[in-house]
């Protein structure tokens, strides 16, 4: 019996459909992860399908720990991914010589013309081979080499401010600018010139395309053929036509024509040079790592560096103006500590401290999940199987966050950092475990110790020069408070939805 064409298409839809259905049915019954509870019905069938509005809107790490209370440590997010919220499960992930791999999906997403910085390194002894080498300038012991950088430019802030005496200041875009400036001094020996530009009302375009990039790099992960089509398109466009968006513009002058390729000739160039601060480019060189990936390591550290300092700087003293008399205690102790400079005597003023710890905890800059890959063989997390080559992710400041080891956790409180007396040994343990805005193990933020120095420095220069108080609003009345923690959207960092206006008045204590 011979079969029309019609009959035969028919056929063959009716098997694809029926092929579908038995994919669908097995990825969701039968599937190795099909006993993780699930985040969607969609989930198993594909993660963009039920949480790309909400990777876009930032909102995934702030709906999840919601459905984590609901199913338990473990909920499916994908078809091969699994989000956690367990501490032990993290510690076990993130540990030093941890076989679970950084997922080069995702961390691919941030290399910077193919040489991959230490971020971007998903290869464990190419890893720690890079991080040994980058230790020579971020270990602790080094610290103290930096404050004269540290200081021109916080210097720089300070008269920037002392121009807007009594008038409300955005204090993240303002604080943006000075991380700027200090991370792009660490890294090319020059600043960017972001404060500057925001002594101008203006914000560095390159700046807002890193944004941009933030909120699409889910999509990026999930599609990266799609995405280096979209961008081979984007180049073929403005070959054609000269036109290119804006963000793109930013980045290309960023990268290759202006600022950064401009630096790096500098600073391979010994007459030109700077020698008055260690730069990063130029001690990467000196230890004979090549030029091209010492340019990727300081383009690539410019922008998770600046943003969660600068946040998290914003953050504290957003909560300090709520709060004077915190504020004017701390003030007196750095005086009675006759404003040091130096890394070891700012972090032992107490005050000082909790401040800026706390500042870390609650705002909780670094809001990403950070995802790993499961070895070979599979493990065992939560007493479930999981598969080999799953991805399994978690965000730290789900812990920051936590009601359990922080009450109130929405709230600025440094006393959870003082008068430990006052507290449990278990209490005291809880808070000290769940503390890992920086995660942990191998991979853990290189830049920890320089983000404490770049915080206490700015934070003691600041203060020492100004009163910061809110601005006095019928909605807004200025009553000594907690300060709660603003709305936000959290993309690879967190951005309140609202102004942290600050004004700042003369203190009158300057040297
Ligand atoms: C409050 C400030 C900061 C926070 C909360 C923070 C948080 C983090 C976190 C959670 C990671 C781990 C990411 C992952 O596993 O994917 C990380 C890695 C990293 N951070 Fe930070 N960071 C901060 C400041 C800085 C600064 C100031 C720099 C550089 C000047 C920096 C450079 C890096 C680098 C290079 C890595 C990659 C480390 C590796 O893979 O070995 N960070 N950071």
Request: charged share 20%; aromatic share 10%.
């Amino acid at each position: 019996m011979e079969l029309s064409m019609s009959t035969l298409f028919f056929f063959s839809l009716g098997g694809v459909f029926l092929g579908v259905l038995a994919w669908i049915w097995y990825i969701t019954f039968a599937h190795p992860l099909s006993s993780v509870p699930n985040a969607s019905f969609l989930a198993p069938i594909s993660r963009l399908l039920w949480a790309l509005p909400s990777e876009y809107q930032g909102q995934i790490t702030l709906d999840l720990p919601r459905l984590h209370e609901v199913y338990g440590p473990l909920v499916r997010i994908g078809p091969n991914e699994v989000s956690f919220y367990s501490l032990d499960i993290y510690k076990a992930v993130h540990s030093v010589r941890s076989p679970f791999a950084k997922d080069p999906r995702v961390y691919g997403q941030f290399v910077q013309d193919a040489h991959p910085a230490l971020f971007s390194i998903t290869d464990a002894f190419e890893h720690s081979q890079r991080r040994r080498l980058m230790g020579q300038l971020f270990n602790q012991s080094k610290m103290n080499a930096l404050e004269g950088m540290m200081t021109q430019h916080i210097s720089a802030f300070v008269h920037a401010l002392e121009q807007r005496i009594s008038q409300p200041i955005e204090v993240v875009r303002a604080c943006r600018a000075l991380e700027a400036d200090i991370v792009s001094a660490f890294g090319f020996g020059e600043q960017i010139g972001a404060i500057g530009a925001w002594e101008n009302g203006e914000d560095l375009n390159m700046i807002k395309a890193n944004d941009e990039k933030s909120k699409i790099i889910a999509l990026c992960s999930s599609f990266p053929t799609l995405a280096s089509v979209w961008d081979q398109a984007k180049a073929m466009l403005y070959n054609v036509t000269g036109w290119q968006s804006k963000s793109t513009s930013a980045l290309k002058d960023f990268d290759q024509r202006k600022w950064s390729a401009n630096q790096l000739t500098r600073l391979l160039t010994p007459k030109t040079a700077p020698q008055a601060h260690p730069n990063f480019i130029s001690t990467m060189l000196a230890s004979r790592l090549p030029a091209p990936s010492a340019l990727s390591e300081a383009k690539e550290m410019l922008g998770p560096g600046t943003d969660t300092t600068s946040a998290t700087l914003a953050h504290i003293l957003w909560a300090l103006a709520h709060d004077i008399s915190y504020q004017d205690a701390l003030v007196q102790d750095l005086m009675d500590a006759q404003w040091p400079n130096d890394m070891s005597s700012l972090e032992s003023i107490p005050r000082l401290r909790a401040a800026v710890k706390e500042g870390i905890r609650w705002t909780g800059a670094a809001a990403a999940m950070l995802p790993r890959v499961v070895p070979e063989g599979g493990c065992t997390l939560a007493g479930t199987f999981i598969p080999g080559g799953t991805v399994i992710s978690s965000s730290p400041i789900w812990y920051l966050h936590d009601k359990t080891a922080f009450p109130e956790p929405k709230l600025y409180r440094p006393s959870r950092w003082l008068n430990d007396e006052s507290r449990s040994d278990e209490q005291v343990k809880l808070r000290d475990d769940f503390y890992i805005p920086f995660s942990k193990g191998s991979s853990a933020c290189i830049g920890i110790h320089f983000a404490y120095f770049e915080l206490f420095l700015s934070l003691s220069k600041i203060l020492q020069n100004f009163q910061v108080t809110l601005p006095p609003t019928p909605a807004w009345p200025v009553i000594p408070r907690e300060a709660r923690l603003p709305e936000r959207l959290e993309w690879v960092a967190a951005v309140p939805t609202v102004d942290l206006n600050v004004l700042y008045f003369p203190r009158g204590l300057k040297r």
